[in-house]
């Protein structure tokens, strides 16, 4: 078992030496390294008594407590290529008494691969992710391993929702104009796994679509689903997703191909949603979170995402037009994921330094 460093005030100052101070427009920002020696983190989870689950897209689920991480047995088969592998995990609040666990990650088939989510419950000794069972798949499918989402949220009343990529399927990524493909969607699902949202015409379980790719998803103060999805070459956008309505991928676009190329007919059609906000250039936004404000008063009710290309967190200000706030520091190399702690601290992962931070107003 690879053993990852966590940082403890007592017992390891040399990781406690690695802290630093980024300033904010709230203030010094302290952060600190909780674990590092991570082979690409993807997604984490907080249990009730302080642990803590992270993915590693190779395929491995971390539980790190009580200073030490340990594997968990019992995770499903990944197909690790590309952009594929295990991505997200998701903590139920009634974890206390369900013990499950949420994953989402990339499905193999005899023709391809897809994004997919399951459950399991996670043993007493939290070794275990027993009688793990995938819940929804898309049909797998020959193409690039690209662009599978994919988050995977706990809505107010219980239910989940999944966020899906486009994969790159389809003529010029139409799959993700067409209701009965899982690709470049939100999925709602019940507790048990069966569809939630069901319409005429629609594949079951899909919520919305003219998605791309939706690496960030959150619940907004009022309960609705936020997600944040990449565009190409500009137009990285920023959603608040209700139930069938389409966000225009890839008939409509604030960005260009790559190529220079423009995408579809423009920047609106009829019957397609507008982003909230968008980014150009793009800055491949990752993981979403409201912050509460517990900890920084002055960032109550803001939102953050990590920007996978710049290296930086933005914070999002929503009384203030989505204004952008650039938090950037050595540890923010390639953040793939922010949330809020039960503490009302902020955690962060950073791809480029294969590590989970804390984030906090300095001493």
């Not at 070794?127 to 690039?144: I, N, Q």
Request: proline content about 6%; aromatic content about 8%; some cysteine.
């Amino acid at each position: 078992m690879r053993a990852l460093m966590l940082a403890t005030c007592l017992a390891l100052p040399q990781i406690v030496a690695a802290q630093s101070v980024v300033q904010t427009a709230a203030g010094p920002m302290q952060i600190t390294p909780m674990a590092v020696g991570l082979d690409e983190p993807w997604g984490i989870g907080f249990l009730p008594d302080g642990s803590y689950l992270v993915t590693e897209r190779a395929g491995r689920l971390n539980l790190i407590t009580d200073g030490v991480a340990a594997p968990v047995d019992g995770a499903p088969e990944v197909h690790a290529r590309g952009q594929g592998g295990l991505l997200d995990v998701m903590i139920p609040r009634d974890f206390a008494t369900s013990r499950e666990v949420w994953l989402t990650y990339s499905e193999a088939g005899v023709r391809g691969s897809a994004t997919a989510v399951g459950k399991g419950r996670l043993s007493e000794d939290g070794r275990t992710l027993e009688g793990f069972t995938t819940v929804y798949s898309g049909d797998p499918r020959a193409g690039a391993a690209k662009h599978y989402g994919s988050r995977v949220v706990e809505a107010a009343d219980g239910t989940i929702f999944v966020t899906t990529g486009e994969r790159g399927t389809g003529p010029a990524g139409m799959d993700a104009q067409d209701p009965a493909r899982i690709e470049g969607k939100v999925i709602h699902l019940n507790r048990d796994g069966t569809p939630a949202a069901r319409r005429d015409g629609w594949r079951e379980g899909v919520f919305s679509i003219g998605h791309r790719n939706l690496q960030g998803a959150a619940l907004g103060p009022d309960g609705a689903l936020w997600v944040v999805d990449h565009g190409a070459k500009g137009g990285d956008e920023l959603n608040r997703v209700e139930a069938g309505r389409n966000y225009g991928w890839p008939v409509i676009s604030h960005g260009v191909d790559y190529n220079g190329d423009p995408i579809g007919v423009g920047t609106e059609a009829p019957g397609m949603e507008q982003p909230v906000h968008f980014w150009d250039p793009s800055i491949a936004p990752s993981g979403l979170m409201f912050y509460s404000g517990s900890q920084v008063d002055e960032w109550a009710g803001d939102m953050f995402t990590g920007s996978l290309k710049f290296d930086y967190i933005a914070r999002l200000d929503p009384e203030a037009g989505y204004a952008e706030e650039r938090i950037e520091a050595a540890e923010t190399a390639r953040v793939r994921d922010v949330t809020e702690a039960p503490d009302g601290s902020i955690w962060f992962l950073s791809v480029g330094n294969g590590a989970v931070y804390r984030m906090a107003p300095a001493p």
